[in-house]
C-alpha cells in the first residue's frame, strides 16, 4: 500500500483534492485507477479535516510590556 | 466674599456675558461630535489644533437650518459665550452657522491619501490573500467593549474551535498610532497568526484619526501577514483602510470574512467522504453487473452443454457419412455386377451358351467373315467351338454363296 506525501499546504492539498473528486464524478477512470484516486482522496480529506481539528478553542491576550500571552475572558 | 457655588459660577456667568465681544463672536472652527437630540437642541464640539470647546444650538436655530453641521466640517459661527448655570459648563451658544470650505483634518487626509497613493501604497499588487483557512488570528483591539466581542460572537457561530490572539490597545488617543504598530510588529516577529485583525468602532473624525497615522501605514504596508481593517462604520474610509489587504465596514464582517472558509470547508470534508464513497461504490457495482453479464453467458453456464452440441453434430455428421459411403458403394457394387453382366455378355464364350459357335483357324484366330475364310483358310484345316467341344475339319470342299452388306 503507497503512503501518500504530506501535502505542501492546506491549499494545495483542497485544490487536489477538488480535482480528484471531479475527475472521478466524471468517471472515466478504469477501476484500478479509480480506487488509487479513491485512496488518495481519502488521504487528503483526512488530512484536511485533522489541520481544522488541530485548531484550538481558546482566547489569549497578549501583555503588551511582557509580550506573554494569558487567557483571555470576555467582559460581559 | 464666601459665595455659594450657584453664585460664584452665576458670577462668572454675568461677567462673561456683560462683555460685548463676547456676546456677539464669529469663530471659525472644526466641528466634531454633533449630535442632535429629540428635545430638537444639538450639541457639538468646535475644535481647532489645540483647543476644543462645547456648543449648543437651541432647536430654535436648528429649525432654521435644512442642513446641520457635518463631522469634520469647517464651519463659522456666530455665537454668544454662555455658561451654563447647573454645571458650571462654559459653552457657546451658537446663533448661526455656516460653512468655511473643508473641514482642515479632512483635507489632511485627503493630501496624506494623495501621498501614499502615489507612492504605491494602496497598489492591488502589493495585496495579500488571505489563507485557505485560519488556524490563529491576531486582533488588535480594545479589550472591552462592542467590537472584541461582536468578533468573537460572529466567529463562533461559523465555527466551532477559534483561536485568537488579542493584542489590546487604546482605539483613541495619542498614543494608539504607537500601540497598534507595536502590535503589528509583535504579530509580524512571531509569525503565529494567519491573519491580523485591526478593529474599532465607530466614532468622530478626530476618534478615528490615529488610523490614519503614517506610522501605521507604513507598518502595514509592510506587514507579511494579511490585515483586515474594520475602522468606524465604513470601509475605505481611513488610510489604514487604503492599506489594508481587505477593508471592511464592521468587526462583525472581518470576523466573517476571516472564518467563513473554515465553516465551509468543515461541511465540505464532511461530505466529501460520503461522495467518495458512492462514487467508488457506484464504479464497483458497474464492474459487477459487466461481470454478471459475461458470467452468465451460456458457455460459462453449461461448457458441456456447447461440447453436447458439437459431439451430436459430429455424430450426425458421421450416421451421414456411413449413409451416404453404403449408399454409394451399393451404387458401385451395382454397377460392377452390371458390367460383369454386360462383360459376360460380350464374353465369347457366353455366346457358345445361346448355341453359336466359333471358327478359329488352327492358331486360334478366329474368322470372322467369309471373306477372312478365303484368304486366310483357304482350305487349310479349321476349328469349330460349340458350348460343349471343338470339332476339328480337313480335307472340305467349300465355296461362297452370296453376298450380305454387313447386314443381317
Given at each position: 500500500m503507497e503512503k501518500f506525501s504530506e501535502p505542501k499546504s492546506y491549499k494545495v492539498a483542497i485544490e487536489r483534492l477538488e480535482e480528484i473528486v471531479q475527475a472521478l464524478e466524471v468517471g472515466n477512470e478504469d477501476l484500478e485507477n479509480t480506487y488509487a484516486l479513491y485512496q488518495e482522496g481519502k488521504f487528503l480529506a483526512k488530512w484536511c479535516q485533522n489541520r481544522l481539528k488541530s485548531i484550538e478553542n481558546q482566547i489569549k491576550i497578549v501583555?503588551?510590556?511582557?509580550?506573554d500571552l494569558s487567557d483571555f475572558e470576555l467582559e460581559l | 466674599m464666601d459665595l455659594s457655588v450657584s453664585a460664584a459660577v452665576k458670577l462668572a456667568r454675568d461677567t462673561l456675558t456683560s462683555n460685548p465681544d463676547l456676546i456677539n463672536m464669529t469663530v471659525t472652527g472644526e466641528v466634531s461630535s454633533f449630535k442632535l437630540y429629540s428635545s430638537g437642541h444639538a450639541y457639538f464640539t468646535l475644535k481647532d489644533e489645540r483647543t476644543s470647546v462645547s456648543c449648543v444650538m437651541f432647536s430654535s436655530v436648528v429649525n432654521r437650518y435644512e442642513q446641520l453641521p457635518e463631522q469634520g466640517a469647517q464651519i463659522t459661527v456666530r455665537c454668544r459665550v454662555d455658561l451654563y448655570l447647573q454645571r458650571g459648563q462654559f459653552q457657546f451658544q451658537v446663533l448661526s452657522w455656516q460653512p468655511a470650505g473643508a473641514g482642515r483634518l479632512y483635507e489632511q487626509f485627503l493630501k496624506m491619501r494623495d501621498y501614499y497613493q502615489k507612492a504605491g501604497y494602496f497598489a492591488q499588487e502589493n495585496k495579500q490573500e488571505l489563507p485557505t483557512i485560519v488556524e490563529k488570528i491576531g486582533v488588535i483591539t480594545?479589550?472591552?467593549?462592542a467590537v472584541i466581542h461582536d468578533i468573537v460572537r460572529t466567529a463562533r457561530q461559523l465555527c466551532a474551535e477559534i483561536d485568537i490572539q488579542l493584542y489590546p490597545v487604546?482605539?483613541?488617543?495619542?498614543?494608539t498610532a504607537r500601540e497598534v504598530v507595536a502590535g503589528l510588529d509583535f504579530f509580524n516577529r512571531n509569525r503565529e497568526v494567519d491573519v491580523i485583525i485591526i478593529a474599532r468602532g465607530g466614532g468622530s473624525i478626530e476618534d478615528l484619526w490615529?488610523?490614519?497615522d503614517s506610522l501605521i501605514v507604513e507598518s502595514a504596508f509592510r506587514s507579511v501577514i494579511p490585515i483586515v481593517s474594520a475602522i468606524?462604520?465604513?470601509?475605505?474610509?481611513?488610510l489604514l483602510d487604503y492599506v489594508a489587504d481587505y477593508s471592511v465596514a464592521t468587526p462583525t464582517m472581518a470576523a466573517q470574512l476571516c472564518w467563513q472558509k473554515n465553516a465551509y470547508y468543515r461541511s465540505y470534508l464532511e461530505e466529501i467522504d460520503n461522495k467518495l464513497q458512492q462514487i467508488i461504490l457506484r464504479q464497483l457495482r458497474m464492474e459487477q453487473q459487466h461481470l454478471d453479464l459475461l458470467l452468465s453467458h451460456s458457455i460459462i453456464e453449461n461448457p458441456r452443454g456447447v461440447f453436447s452440441e458439437y459431439g451430436r453434430q459430429c455424430t450426425e455428421m458421421m450416421a451421414n457419412l456411413d449413409r451416404n459411403m453404403n449408399t454409394y458403394l451399393a451404387g458401385l457394387h451395382s454397377q460392377v455386377e452390371h458390367l460383369h453382366i454386360c462383360l459376360e455378355n460380350l464374353n465369347p464364350r457366353s455366346i457358345l451358351k445361346r448355341g453359336y459357335a466359333t471358327i478359329c483357324d488352327f492358331s486360334g484366330k478366329f474368322i470372322q467373315s467369309s471373306r477372312e475364310w478365303q484368304n486366310?483358310?483357304?482350305g487349310k484345316e479349321f476349328l469349330i467351338e460349340w458350348q460343349d467341344g471343338k470339332v476339328k475339319l480337313s480335307n472340305y470342299q467349300s465355296e461362297i454363296i452370296g453376298e450380305n452388306s454387313g447386314k443381317v
Open positions: 501583555d503588551p510590556a511582557k509580550e | 480594545s479589550p472591552k467593549g487604546t482605539v483613541q488617543g495619542e498614543t490615529p488610523y490614519n468606524g462604520h465604513e470601509s475605505d474610509h481611513h486366310k483358310l483357304n
